[in-house]
């Protein structure tokens, strides 16, 4: 029973209300005989997103739903080689035959190929260019070879004091390399041999290769060398040893370039 106040709140005139006791409930639900079959089914969004995943990590994939039903079209990337299968069909997009006029010049020989791994082939091609002697420094740079595994030049092209006489004013027609006698001296490109004896003017043992279009090397103060007059030679090929013959103070190689018959500073073609 309660009792109406002045302030219009009730107050209880008998005792409180026993607590109601907490039920226990189970978080064990009844196991559904369905859940794991329809698991089991994937939906195709699903099937759609692991083979993407399964496809590489970060490849591309365009999913475009349908406004009715669920209809999936993706486009991955292909990274892997494309093998057709047995017996399917070339079209004439996919393949197209490559013809050639029957006028048509085509040439493989090795000139007209030139590449950084074929320094014979530039050289062929820049003295067919144009006359050997107008060439330019800048253009003839680097097209020889050195004619020994390792260069240490001495007296450069030019005038200079004669080491066998002390007189200045000597005119010296190529570049000396300092070197042990015997070591191996190599064409500085591919060439005729044109000379291979004894120089009477104080080359000693002496070898020319005519490389073409005015365009020779001498190889002077030889100990020996390896080749004969006619003779085809290739860049880099051994065609003699280092020695001190002739007028010469020591074991060195005298290194000349020749353009029209004169000589020019070898290291403009080096």
Not at 170 to 198: K, L, M, N, P
Request: glycine share 12%; charged share 15%; net charge positive.
């Amino acid at each position: 029973m309660t009792i109406q106040t002045a302030r219009g709140r009730r107050r209880a005139t008998g005792p409180a209300p026993a607590p109601r006791q907490a039920v226990a409930v189970s978080d064990i639900r009844p196991r559904d005989a369905h859940r794991d079959e329809r698991r089991g089914r994937r939906s195709p969004f699903r099937q759609v997103t692991e083979f993407a995943a399964a496809s590489g990590v970060g490849q591309k994939a365009g999913i475009a739903l349908a406004a009715t039903g669920l209809i999936l079209t993706v486009t991955v990337p292909v990274t892997s080689p494309v093998v057709a299968s047995p017996g399917a069909a070339v079209t004439a997009s996919e393949s197209q035959a490559v013809t050639a006029e029957a006028a048509a010049k085509i040439d493989f020989s090795r000139t007209a190929v030139t590449t950084k791994g074929d320094p014979d082939s530039k050289l062929k091609q820049l003295l067919s260019a144009q006359s050997v002697g107008s060439i330019t420094a800048a253009a003839s740079a680097g097209s020889l070879g050195a004619p020994l595994d390792l260069l240490t030049a001495t007296s450069p092209f030019g005038f200079r004091v004669s080491p066998i006489t002390g007189g200045p004013g000597e005119f010296h027609r190529g570049q000396d390399y300092t070197i042990q006698c015997g070591a191996a001296v190599r064409a500085a490109a591919s060439g005729t041999v044109t000379f291979a004896a004894w120089h009477p003017f104080g080359g000693g043992n002496r070898v020319v290769v005519d490389h073409g279009n005015g365009l020779e090397t001498t190889y002077n103060h030889l100990s020996s060398s390896s080749v004969q007059v006619g003779q085809k030679v290739s860049r880099g090929e051994l065609i003699a040893l280092t020695g001190t013959t002739g007028a010469s103070t020591g074991c060195h190689l005298h290194f000349e370039v020749m353009v029209n018959g004169d000589v020019v500073d070898p290291l403009g073609w080096l």
